[in-house]
């Protein structure tokens, strides 16, 4: 490819071979970055098409890939995939637990043939467990582990279980085996061999996790209350997160958390002397009159007083397709326009990263079904067999040194310090601020730092900065988050940095980009969400900033508060979305750099990555049909993706195609019901659509008549996804349930401060092991890396006493 200044470069993974037999949203994405970084993707599909051709992005998940057409009930099939799969570099596949073995496909299957083969699986519920047979559909995952029944950052359950329509499973899945893969790649190098990769839509769940998986598992005399806060939550002034209406009803997200963030929100708004007079009266009384002030200007005038303050966090809601066209996007280039042969034109999201040495390649469309089937072939490659074992954790020998704070960017470096990495921590004398953002001191910031050490250090000194430049001379990669502007001036922007080792990868994991009309603007996980379409999804929003009208002033006070607390619910948060796509990115970076020799700048933002967590609505044709909506009511999709409430419990059915509706239509007849069969109005997928009210009704009083565990038992045996929602508080389950433990999803640590304790394990399984830390200190490791930087004793002492570096 031919670059914007005319030279020629290459793709981070030019030359690389992948084989996706994937079926689901989670392979799809992780082919699909492959391909974008410049991958052959050779896409298989049964005969008739993939069944997520019926939805319009799946154009976009399938872009530049190529088409082949293979039968895996037939000998013939399978001889056609095996032969791919020994000609590739790396096979995913999405078949639940013994599929693979059955069409001679499975990794050690291939292994004699191609022992440089990565194979990744991608599963539900893992590969072992209670549940590991069900069907690993998104809502599926989603009902049994808890999160349709758990308030957002809570150990509370709700009244009644409530549909997410976003796929954070299916995203996390997704990043879990890119990273697997792509560690995997790195590890196997010139001379070694490939491995067996495995990610499921659980593991990418526990991602999103934050904070109140700890509570239950750490003794309360080990809790040291700092204030007077609950259990791991913050303490903000009560207008600095307000959902509010303008006078032409656009909906805000503001995020001004950090005192000078409010103290700008109070000055554009004319606040600030009324907010002195009663910042101490009740939540809600401050917060409607702040909500009042909202609706007393347009959307275009509130923007123009926030651009004069540009310390305010803010953000209009938006949908997934309003925010292909969000400015910063553009500007960033993280949406592409690419010309499709059944949509026509179309608007699709970019590239996670930008790299500046080896960007992303987009283009090409989607291919037709079959469309490569005489052409498409991986020959197999005349190489000698790896000469080398696989050995240690995948990230073994990697240093990476991160200069970053909170969780949106440093959980990134968690998970890859998960698989084998050195993570350090550069942190200021006070450390970071996540650490302090509970009531209870270190609470918050521990699953941030698990695996890392802490060199606290004030880099602002001419001492400090020399620490600085030793660590970095010693390292392979460098993360940093912190604004364009301020790093820039405390020179760890990209240029110093690769000034001081050139052979870094060097990643800005930015909020919205290093410039742009956003770049100065502070961001939090509501307002990207909010900016890139997760809560207009979750409301079932079709519009949120095009096509809204003028409301009542106290209507729109009272929407905003209502409109605050429906979205309480939902489980996704951008922070974790932006950190999965950081881990993913630093290790893109790592292994261009071991393919090219050569280090370089890359950069992700939390708007662009969130943007991968509503893929399937972040596509735009004119002529495409709009991702379905959940009902205001969010119980699901339609009458055969939701949840319906059993004689006791609930149930969520998920229901996709037509061999399912058999089964669907059996079990029925099996537990008395009615022949769903007969009824003309269900007699293809086409009726049951325009019937979709009627086959609710029909439904929902037939599972009423039984148990949820009932419908689970009898739906199974006709291979159906009609499950029993569970009812424990999904950070409960994410720790204690059985399908966690017996799939090794969960480890020990011994922490500093909280002693031994359960964690969340990695988010992907290698052959090689993982390498589970437990959270760290302010600079526990401090006078430890300062010896290893050629630091005397006596040096160090003085360091310290000179208010260079600090340690417990």
Not at 54 to 63: D, Q
Not at 675 to 688: E, T, V
Not at 786 to 797: F, K, Q, T, V
Request: charged share 20%; proline share 7%.
């Amino acid at each position: 490819m031919v670059s914007a200044d005319g030279n020629t470069t290459s793709t981070a993974l030019e030359g690389l071979r992948v084989l996706d037999l994937t079926g689901g949203q989670a392979g799809a994405l992780t082919t699909m970055v492959l391909c974008d970084n410049g991958a052959e993707v050779v896409k298989v599909e049964p005969p008739g098409g993939d069944r997520l051709r019926r939805l319009p992005a799946y154009v976009m998940w399938h872009r530049g890939k190529l088409g082949v057409v293979a039968d895996l009930a037939t000998e013939a099939g399978r001889d056609r995939v095996r032969e791919l799969a020994i000609g590739a570099d790396v096979m995913v596949q999405d078949w639940r637990p013994g599929v693979a073995r059955r069409h001679g496909l499975a990794h050690p299957q291939l292994a004699p043939a191609n022992d440089r083969l990565v194979t990744c699986a991608i599963t539900g519920f893992g590969p072992r467990g209670p549940w590991a047979r069900l069907k690993g559909y998104e809502g599926v995952v989603a009902a049994k582990s808890g999160v349709f029944s758990t308030p957002s950052g809570s150990l509370d359950t709700g009244a009644r279980p409530r549909f997410s329509p976003i796929a954070a499973g299916s995203f996390g899945a997704a990043m879990g085996a890119l990273q697997g893969i792509l560690a995997a790649l790195y590890a196997r190098g010139a001379d070694g061999p490939g491995q067996l990769v495995e990610a499921s839509l659980l593991q990418g769940l526990t991602s999103y996790d934050l904070y109140p998986w700890l509570e239950p598992l750490v003794p309360p005399e080990r809790l040291v209350r700092e204030r007077p806060a609950g259990m791991g939550s913050t303490i903000y002034p009560p207008i600095s997160g307000i959902v509010a209406f303008t006078k032409d009803g656009r909906c805000i997200q503001f995020g001004n958390f950090l005192p000078h963030q409010l103290a700008a929100f109070l000055r554009a708004t004319d606040l600030t002397d009324w907010y002195r007079e009663n910042a101490g009266g009740p939540t809600e009384v401050v917060q409607a009159y702040a909500r009042q002030r909202i609706t007393e200007r347009t959307w275009d005038e509130w923007q123009a007083a926030f651009d004069a303050e540009p310390d305010i966090a803010g953000e209009p809601y938006r949908t997934a397709e309003e925010a292909t066209r969000h400015p910063q996007l553009v500007h960033n280039g993280q949406v592409v326009d690419i010309d499709d042969p059944r949509w026509g034109p179309t608007t699709q999201i970019g590239p996670l990263v930008t790299l500046e040495s080896t960007p992303a390649d987009i283009g090409e469309p989607a291919p037709a079904i079959g469309q490569h089937d005489r052409t498409a072939y991986f020959p197999r490659r005349d190489r000698p067999r790896a000469t080398r074992q696989l050995s240690g954790a995948p990230l073994a020998g990697v240093t990476i040194v991160e200069l970053a704070w909170f969780y949106a960017a440093p959980f990134g470096l968690a998970l890859l310090a998960d698989l084998g990495a050195r993570v350090i921590k550069v942190e200021n004398l006070a450390g970071d601020p996540h650490r302090s953002q509970s009531g209870v001191r270190e609470f918050a910031g521990v699953k941030g730092l698990q695996g890392k050490e802490s060199l606290a250090v004030d880099t602002r000194t001419a001492e400090g900065k020399e620490i600085l430049h030793r660590l970095l001379r010693r390292a392979d990669m460098v993360m940093r988050n912190f604004r364009e502007e301020a790093s820039v001036r405390t020179e760890v922007d990209a240029a110093s940095l690769l000034a001081v080792n050139p052979d870094l990868f060097y990643l800005y994991a930015a909020a919205y980009g290093s410039s742009g009309p956003s770049a100065m603007r502070p961001a939090y996980a509501p307002t990207i969400g909010v900016g890139v379409g997760h809560q207009a999804l979750q409301l079932g929003w079709e519009h949120a900033f095009d096509d809204v009208t003028a409301m009542d002033p106290d209507e729109a006070v009272q929407l905003g508060e209502l409109t605050q607390q429906r979205q309480a619910h939902s489980l996704v948060n951008a922070d974790s979305g932006a950190a999965l796509g950081v881990g993913t990115a630093m290790l893109l970076g790592l292994l261009a750099t071991q393919r090219t020799g050569t280090g370089q700048a890359g950069q992700t933002s939390m708007l662009g990555t969130n943007a991968y967590t509503v893929s399937e609505a972040f596509f735009v044709a004119a002529d495409a049909p709009r991702h379905p909506r959940a009902d205001p009511d969010a119980y699901g999709l339609g009458a055969l993706y939701r949840l319906y409430p059993a004689a006791t419990g609930w149930v969520f059915l998920a229901v996709t195609d037509d061999e399912e509706w058999g089964g669907l239509a059996a079990t029925v007849r099996d537990a008395g019901g009615p022949d769903l069969d007969s009824d003309p109005r269900f007699r293809s997928a086409a009726h049951r659509e325009s019937h979709d009210t009627a086959l609710a009704a029909v439904l929902a009083a037939t599972i009423a008549g039984r148990t949820a565990a009932e419908w689970e038992a009898l739906s199974t045996a006709h291979d159906v996804a009609c499950v029993e929602v569970n009812d424990q508080p999904f950070p409960v389950f994410t720790t204690q349930h059985p399908a966690m433990v017996e799939n090794g999803f969960v480890g020990e640590v011994e922490h500093p401060l909280f002693g031994r304790h359960r964690r969340h394990g990695a988010i992907v399984t290698m052959e090689q092991p993982a390498t589970l830390g437990p959270g760290c200190l302010v600079g526990q490791h401090t006078r430890a890396i300062l010896r290893e930087l050629g630091y005397s004793e006596s040096a160090i002492d003085g360091l310290r006493a000179r208010g260079v570096v600090t340690w417990p």
